[in-house]
């Protein structure tokens, strides 16, 4: 299995709300990426875990929280978003965090947000 | 930072090669060069990854010059289903996308 799920496909939701994306992986992978995607623009680096431990965290706003419950899930939960926020939400896995031959990023289909 | 230039679009007849360039500059070390695409409002696939030697698989070709500054991602065979943005990707531990070139391949 070399896919990379993502749920929900799209999801809205008012500045209040609290909601979460999850991200799920079978292929055994100990690195796990969210990216985030405006129109038109390349995916940006937003959070990475190693081995279940965030890593990295690319300066993201309070209002995203990562959790990371084992190896094979990855939630990012969303609190007081802006309608700025209102993007392509992508997951990724590898099986590792490093440089190298086998950092190879399979992405899942992404999560559609549109806050109002 | 991206890192990576590419051409911002490129056109490609159907049936011909389509060649994508890259410059990759500050590149040191031993990082590797990956090249992924992606289709409108889809997650990045992965195309094809190298060092330092040229690389071929079933999808593409990858050619890196010899000081490395530069590579080129070849489709021998452009078909309408290759349209996409291609990214070049020069992994310093992590990925970092440039903008692209959106490839479009004409009947």
């Known amino acids: 299995d070399t896919e990379v799920t993502q749920t929900p496909k799209h999801l809205v939701m008012g500045m209040t709300n609290k909601k979460s994306l999850k991200c799920e992986q079978h292929?055994?992978?100990?690195?796990m990426y969210w990216y985030k995607q405006k129109a038109k623009k390349p995916p940006e680096l937003m959070f990475v875990?190693?081995?279940?431990?965030?890593?990295i965290n690319e300066s993201v706003p309070s209002r995203f929280s990562p959790e990371c419950p084992n190896s094979s899930l990855l939630n990012l939960h969303l609190h007081a978003l802006q309608p700025e926020d209102s993007a392509l939400y992508l997951c990724a896995s590898s099986q590792e965090a490093t440089s190298g031959p086998y950092n190879e990023q399979f992405f899942g289909p992404g999560t559609r947000l549109t806050v109002l | 930072d991206a890192k990576t230039t590419q051409p911002p679009s490129m056109d490609c007849a159907e049936g011909r090669a389509a060649n994508l360039p890259c410059n990759h500059s500050?590149?040191?070390?031993?990082?590797?060069v990956y090249w992924y695409r992606q289709i409108h409002s889809q997650g990045p696939q992965y195309i094809i990854h190298?060092?330092?030697n040229n690389e071929t698989n079933e999808m593409a070709s990858l050619i890196i010059t010899e000081d490395r500054k530069s590579s080129t991602l070849i489709l021998p065979h452009a078909t309408l289903r290759d349209t996409a943005v291609y990214y070049c990707i020069v992994d310093y531990n992590q990925f970092y996308f440039g903008t692209g070139t959106s490839l479009t391949v004409i009947p």
């Open positions: 875990y190693s081995y279940e431990k965030l890593s």
């Open positions: 500050t590149i040191s070390g031993n990082e590797y």
């Open positions: 190298g060092l330092k």
């Open positions: 292929m055994g992978h100990r690195a």
